[in-house]
């Protein structure tokens, strides 16, 4: 059974930073592209920022390049995405995604596995 657990969300002033977490399980990780979404209240699930299989390849949203920083440690089978410089907007359940193929996407549809979430609210 393949679990993609995300943690370490919490509320936090604009400016802070925090440091997500997704532990993954039951599934080939190192076969697999991880990428965080999020979604906030009332607006539709968007991408965050994706890395490749190896962790060589990244990719970011323009509203996070720069502030963001995604990583994964194969060895733990984790992906982590540290975020700087946050700001209210960055407001959102955050969840990491997994997909089973060499190439990035920024599509939902194109991930097979999904966290519950973890909420990250940021106050002005």
């Known amino acids: 059974q393949v679990q993609l657990v995300e943690s370490g969300g919490g509320l936090v002033q604009a400016g802070d930073s925090l440091r997500l977490s997704c532990a993954a399980s039951?599934?080939?990780?190192?076969?697999?592209?991880i990428t965080w979404f999020r979604q906030a209240p009332g607006k539709n699930r968007e991408f965050v920022a994706g890395?490749?299989?190896?962790?060589?390849?990244?990719d970011y949203a323009d509203s996070v390049k720069g502030r963001f920083t995604i990583s994964r440690d194969n060895a733990k089978s984790a992906v982590y995405l540290q975020m700087n410089s946050l700001k209210p907007e960055d407001t959102a359940v955050y969840y990491c995604?997994?997909?089973?193929?060499?190439?990035?996407?920024?599509?939902?549809?194109?991930?097979?596995?999904w966290g519950q979430g973890t909420q990250v609210t940021v106050s002005s």
């Open positions: 995604a997994a997909r089973y193929a060499y190439t990035l996407s920024r599509l939902l549809q194109d991930f097979d596995y």
């Open positions: 039951g599934l080939t990780f190192t076969r697999n592209v």
């Open positions: 890395i490749s299989r190896g962790g060589s390849t990244t």
